[in-house]
């Protein structure tokens, strides 16, 4: 068997970045990657779209009023990826399966390291991005994005990024770049937990949104339930407690629960007005990853024999098989399953402690 390539870091100075999706996220990361030194390419999906904003240097769909870099380029995916030493992939988790399996045959060199940006599953199957890049890629070569990160926030007054990989150096290397635009990334070495917390936090917002106008308390219970099912499911994945508490997590779900202009809050309080979920996208003027995720997450959920009372309601309520006086009734009278005993935020807990314990003694030695 030949030997593996070995994992392509440029150094500082001489990085190409490619970002494939020109949507508000995928745009504003570009902008980004262009301040913090990357040679940055932004790709549409067509090229009349990349026409108009090379024209405008704006992206006036998705990300008005925000200037392009003068020294990003702008290109259609038709291009490929040959040029590439970073590829980020901004594309919703509902296309995103014909494009990773299009990597190779647009010339992705085969030490580029591949980054997901989206915060949902890939259908048909549920995978989360990463699991499935792991497959085309090799898990080196991997990483992914988290955190609180609304587009134009992220651009105009900065975010709370994580970047996660089991390849420690290339989530050090995407952090610092993101560092060095102004924005703080944290580095993680844990993107099952980075991303199923991006995953939860989408579809307990969605959950807070059509439960609102019930009150308070049931809106909150409704993220809090949901939370907890996906991290129940995260920790049987190999997730760590530490994402899903940290920015990836709880601070990204305060992020998009309080935002206005958060698509998935909107979205479910468009479904608590009765609106159907086949029309809330186009009322919306862009995709709600969380409506095409719910249905995969409840699935997975099933399959990994995680009990999921919420997840499965609002998976029935997306599909108009639950009124919402019964969603709101299951909401209020889930009661979560008791914590394990050996849980793994106990494990967590442990081993901060030990490593405080350790640091005492190597000190006073």
């Given at each position: 068997?030949p030997?593996?390539?070995?994992?392509?870091?440029?150094?500082?100075?001489?990085?190409r970045?490619?970002?494939?999706?020109?949507?508000?996220f995928?745009?504003?990361?570009?902008?980004?990657?262009?301040?913090?030194?990357?040679?940055t390419t932004?790709?549409?999906?067509?090229?009349?779209?990349?026409?108009?904003?090379?024209a405008?240097?704006?992206?006036v769909?998705?990300?008005?009023e925000?200037?392009?870099?003068?020294e990003?380029r702008?290109?259609?995916?038709a291009a490929?990826l040959s040029?590439?030493?970073?590829v980020?992939l901004?594309?919703?988790?509902?296309?995103?399966?014909?494009?990773i399996?299009?990597?190779h045959?647009s010339?992705l060199?085969?030490?580029?390291?591949v980054?997901?940006?989206?915060?949902?599953?890939?259908?048909?199957?549920?995978?989360s991005?990463?699991?499935l890049?792991?497959?085309v890629?090799g898990?080196d070569?991997?990483?992914?994005?988290?955190?609180?990160?609304?587009?134009?926030?992220m651009?105009t007054e900065?975010?709370?990024?994580?970047a996660?990989?089991?390849?420690v150096?290339?989530?050090?290397q995407v952090?610092?770049?993101?560092l060095?635009?102004?924005?703080v990334c944290e580095?993680?070495?844990d993107?099952?937990?980075v991303?199923?917390?991006?995953?939860?936090?989408?579809?307990?917002?969605?959950?807070?949104?059509?439960?609102?106008a019930?009150g308070?308390?049931?809106?909150g219970?409704?993220?809090?339930h949901?939370?907890?099912?996906?991290?129940r499911?995260?920790?049987?994945?190999?997730?760590?407690?530490e994402?899903?508490?940290?920015l990836?997590?709880?601070?990204?779900?305060?992020g998009?629960?309080?935002?206005?202009?958060?698509?998935?809050?909107?979205?479910?309080e468009l479904?608590?007005?009765?609106?159907?979920?086949?029309?809330i996208?186009?009322?919306i003027?862009?995709?709600?990853?969380?409506?095409?995720?719910?249905?995969?997450?409840?699935?997975a959920l099933?399959?990994?024999?995680?009990?999921a009372?919420?997840?499965?309601?609002?998976?029935?309520?997306?599909?108009?098989?639950?009124?919402l006086?019964?969603w709101?009734?299951?909401v209020?009278?889930?009661?979560?399953?008791?914590a394990s005993r050996d849980?793994a935020?106990?494990?967590?807990?442990a081993?901060?402690?030990r490593?405080?314990?350790?640091?005492?003694?190597?000190r006073?030695?």
């Open positions: 068997m030997p593996r390539p070995q994992l392509n870091l440029p150094t500082p100075g001489s990085r970045a490619i970002v494939v999706g020109a949507g508000s995928g745009t504003a990361v570009a902008v980004l990657l262009a301040r913090g030194g990357f040679r932004l790709q549409t999906r067509s090229p009349e779209q990349a026409a108009r904003l090379e405008d240097r704006e992206n769909a998705y990300l008005p925000v200037a392009l870099p003068r990003l702008v290109e259609p995916m490929g040029r590439a030493d970073y980020f901004g594309v919703p988790s509902k296309g995103l399966s014909q494009v399996d299009n990597l045959k010339g060199p085969s030490r580029t390291p980054i997901s940006m989206a915060k949902g599953l890939v259908p048909p199957d549920g995978l991005p990463t699991a890049l792991n497959q890629c898990i070569r991997v990483g992914c994005l988290g955190g609180p990160a609304h587009a134009r926030e651009v900065g975010a709370g990024l994580v996660a990989s089991t390849n150096r290339l989530a050090q952090a610092e770049v993101f060095r635009a102004g924005v580095q993680s070495n993107p099952v937990g991303e199923l917390s991006g995953i939860a936090k989408n579809a307990a917002a969605l959950a807070a949104g059509a439960t609102e019930q308070l308390n049931a809106a219970a409704a993220a809090g949901i939370f907890a099912e996906v991290w499911y995260a920790e049987r994945q190999g997730g760590k407690p994402s899903m508490i940290g990836a997590g709880t601070g990204d779900l305060m998009t629960a309080l935002a206005p202009q958060s698509r998935n809050r909107r979205a479910g479904l608590g007005q009765g609106v159907p979920a086949t029309e996208p186009a009322r003027g862009q995709a709600v990853e969380a409506l095409d995720m719910v249905p995969l997450l409840a699935t099933r399959r990994a024999h995680v009990d009372p919420v997840t499965t309601a609002l998976h029935a309520l997306i599909s108009g098989e639950l009124p006086e019964e709101v009734k299951r209020r009278a889930t009661v979560p399953p008791p849980s935020f106990k494990r967590a807990v081993r901060v402690r490593h405080n314990v350790t640091e005492s003694v190597r006073s030695d």
